[in-house]
């Protein structure tokens, strides 16, 4: 009898409900998972078998398997009239109760988007409520704001906002809700949380420093650059390890925010704790229409920036092989660029053939970058190629005259093997075995076909 009650009541038939009660089923009675009736009937709506259960003493303090309450049901399928038959009823008790996560009903109704759910709970002990945190140090207004419900955000902000929009999460990053909804897009709530105390909110750093502003630069959200920028977010600001929210864009290869950033005067020579700029950022990553904005301003000073490494964006883009990169680069100051070396007294075009980056290999050359030169090691670009096996690398430094230790009126027989390197093994020891090579194949010539 107590487990049909319940399947009466999930299943919304409120006249088999009321005969299963009369017959004195127990409304305390749950099933597998520690649901009572009440629960379910929250849970799908079903308001009728919600008061009727309700007329027989439900408690609404129970709780299922994972401590969750009818109201917390009710809260999450945004069904506002079980909401509100439910807080006839204890609504202190209710609205402040938890579940296995540390939520209570109203992170429910605000991280689902539930508005007028929201608005009904906070007629209830508000100040308790969106000050509360869950097992994550996140509040009701963070939920909503993450989630993009710039409904909930709005009620919620009813409440203590000047609290509210200054509170930070527990989750080890230190995220305000600004944070949360700008590094996931949501303009309209960026919007909203602005209208209270926005020069603290703009300038709030999270545990790394980062602000909201570099949050939704690396993310790509343009809209909200543009929002937060209206609001004097600072483009000189600096997280942690120094980074701008220019380099967070040109990190993540956002072009429109590049652009935008650096319309409000963001300083493209800025360089981080490890001494790399925003083109040093997106050389790396490959980003070449970031690159190519970047490079409107100051790019003689830019391409000749080093950073910690002494490595410079080239050495940066050609060691990760972003030829589109190395091109835009090489559109400035070429000579500088590709004679200078590293810390390691590396090269651009070493770097490129040390890591078998064929394409960039051949745009330096294009470039008469050095095929000679050695780092502090003694290695040339060749030597490096042959080291990682990089076959296409080795040919097209042999063509451009890498020296490989044959004799100079080997030249028919070092183009043979230049043809042939990019379909056989090339071991460490290459220039002994190409002179091996070269010899038998001119004894082979001089001798003619077997």
């Known amino acids: 009898m107590n487990a049909r009650l319940i399947l009466a009541a999930g299943f919304g038939d409120v006249d088999g409900e009321r ?14 998972e520690g649901r009572t009736a009440l629960m379910l009937a929250a849970m799908y709506g079903h308001v009728d078998c919600v008061r009727a259960l309700l007329a027989q003493n439900a408690a609404v303090t129970a709780v299922d398997g994972e401590g ?46 539930h508005v007028d759910c929201v608005a009904t709970l906070l007629a209830h002990d508000a100040e308790v409520q969106v000050t509360a945190v869950d097992g994550e140090g996140i509040t009701a207004l963070m939920w909503g704001a993450m989630n993009g419900h ?12 000047k609290v509210q929009v200054t509170a930070v999460d527990g989750t080890g990053d230190g995220e305000t809700a600004l944070m949360w909804a700008a590094m996931y897009g949501h303009v309209d709530c960026v919007t909203a949380l602005l209208a209270h105390d926005a020069e603290v909110q703009v300038t709030a750093g999270d545990g790394k420093g980062r602000t909201a502003l570099m949050l939704a630069a690396n993310t790509g959200y343009i809209d909200c650059v543009r929002v937060l920028l209206k609001h004097d977010a600072a483009v000189t600001a600096v997280d942690g390890r120094g980074r701008t929210a220019l380099m967070w864009a040109a990190d ?42 970047l490079l ?33 680069l090489l559109a400035h100051d070429v000579e500088v660029q590709v004679t200078a070396v590293d ?36 290695s040339t670009a060749f030597r490096l190629a042959v080291l990682g096996s990089h076959k296409s690398v080795i040919a097209k430094l042999m063509r451009a005259g890498a020296d490989i230790g044959l004799p100079a009126e080997y030249t028919v027989v070092r183009d043979m093997i230049t043809d042939m390197c990019e379909f056989i093994d090339i071991p460490e020891r290459v220039n002994e075995i190409v002179v091996a090579f070269a010899q038998r194949a001119l004894q082979a010539r001089a001798s003619g076909p077997p």
């Open 19 to 32: 005969a299963l009660l009369a017959q004195e089923a127990a409304v305390t009675a749950s099933d597998g």
């Open 68 to 113: 969750e309450t009818a109201l917390m049901s009710a809260a999450i399928g945004g069904h506002i009239d079980c909401v509100r038959a439910l807080l006839a009823h204890n609504a202190e008790v209710q609205v402040t109760a938890v579940d296995g996560e540390g939520e209570i009903a109203l992170m429910k109704a605000a991280m689902n988007g």
């Open 150 to 161: 710039v409904g909930c955000v709005t009620a919620l902000l009813a409440h203590d906002a």
């Open 252 to 293: 993540a290869g956002c072009v429109d925010c590049v652009r935008t950033l650096l319309a409000h005067d963001a300083a493209v020579t800025a360089a981080d704790g490890k001494g790399r700029t925003a083109l040093m950022r997106a050389a790396r990553n490959g980003h070449v229409d970031s690159i190519t904005h």
């Open 296 to 328: 409107a301003h100051d790019a003689e000073v830019q391409v000749t920036a080093v950073d910690g490494r002494r490595e410079t964006a080239l050495m940066r883009a050609a060691m990760t092989g972003h030829v589109g990169c190395v091109t835009a």
């Open 343 to 378: 810390g390691e007294g590396r090269t651009a075009l070493i770097w490129a053939a040390s890591t078998g980056r064929a394409d960039c290999v051949t745009t330096l050359l294009a470039h008469d970058a050095e095929v000679a030169a050695v780092d502090r090691e003694g």
